[in-house]
């Protein structure tokens, strides 16, 4: 049944920490949260997909087939998205809590950083935590919730001082703090998502920037092979990647 396969996989997420321990399944390192594929492989144990989709699991439920006791080792190690994020993201939602709001401080702001986007480089996992080389490693899941922050290169990029408190970053180069440019969201919370931390000339830095910067709001002019006249970016990869790419004006 995949209603109820569903609906049991956020307990199986919880219960997940101390199965890997007993099991080792997934003591293979790992180069980064990326390199996983995101689900277990098919059950090559006892009630072998009978239930509808308990992928991975020898179910003992209703169904009668196993026992509850953690995942079947069919060659294949649980990965970081068993216990947070989905659809092909380490990044919740859901978190290790299965919230998915962004309101919870779990879930946040992570999508909006993570992957693809039509305006900034996808930000790294590194840049904000320490990323495991193994499920085991010390700090990743034998600390207390919620899970620490530590900045990487690209926050601290051209002198950046980031610091975090537990609500918001502040001093990150991510959000201009080494602009000196007067933006409205320098400072954002983590869980106030989508609320104008994408303006162009307003969030991060005005349109044009303070001084020393030019008087001058035609991006184009000197930022052309990052961002067209009417401010849409043609390469967003370049955009807040540590880099300043600047040309002759034209």
Known sequence: MAARATAARPARRGAALALLAATAICAAPAASCDACDGEPTADSGPDAGADGGDAGWADGGADGGGSDSGPVDSGTPITCMYCHGGAGSA???????????????GVGAHRSHVGASDWHRGVA???????????????????PLPAEVTFGPLASAAGAEPTWDGERCSGVYCHGATLAAWGAATEPFWTEVGLGQAACGGA?????PAGPH?????CERCHGMVVAADLSFL??????DGVCQFSAPR
């Open 235 to 240: 390469r967003p990869e370049l955009h807040i």
């Open 214 to 218: 030019p008087l001058d709001g035609r």
């Open 91 to 105: 990044a919740p939602p859901p978190d290790t809590q299965w919230h998915t709001s962004t309101r919870d401080r």
């Open 125 to 143: 996992c590194t840049e904000c935590h320490l990323v495991p080389l193994t499920w085991s490693w010390p700090g990743h899941y034998d600390t």
């Open 204 to 208: 991060c830095h005005l349109n044009p």
